[in-house]
């Protein structure tokens, strides 16, 4: 079992940034790639960024691109997503979830989640 806690979120207006992070526990942190997801009111789970388990490989929506930044930190255990330039349209929880298998962009390849933190980013 790997246990997941999110934090970081909360309100920022437009073009401010917010720093994500995702503390883990249980197994093996070093064995899993690493993604972030969120999900909007009323829309399905996006993914958004991952980074593989030696934190050597990125992938990022195209929305994201430029402006967050995700990386991991394996003697702490912990992934952030670093935000910038924050947009009204990136306002949705943030999930972190970790990967002992191939893929990054579907939630299916995913084996464990954390309960999200809110962003809301105002206009």
């Known amino acids: 079992q790997v246990q997941l806690v999110e934090s970081g979120g909360g309100l920022v207006q437009a073009g401010g940034s917010l720093r994500l992070s995702c503390a883990a526990s249980g197994r093996t942190f070093s064995n899993y790639a690493m993604g972030w997801f969120r999900q909007a009111p009323g829309k399905e789970r996006e993914f958004v960024a991952a980074?593989?388990?030696?934190?050597?490989?990125?992938y990022y929506i195209e929305s994201v691109k430029g402006r967050f930044t995700i990386s991991r930190d394996s003697a702490k255990n912990t992934v952030y997503l670093q935000m910038n330039s924050l947009k009204p349209e990136d306002t949705a929880v943030y999930y972190c979830?970790?990967?002992?298998?191939?893929?990054?962009?579907?939630?299916?390849?995913?084996?464990?989640w954390g309960r999200g933190t809110q962003v809301t980013v105002s206009s």
């Open positions: 979830a970790a990967s002992a298998g191939a893929g990054y962009s579907s939630p299916t390849n995913y084996n464990y």
């Open positions: 980074i593989n388990w030696r934190g050597t490989s990125t």
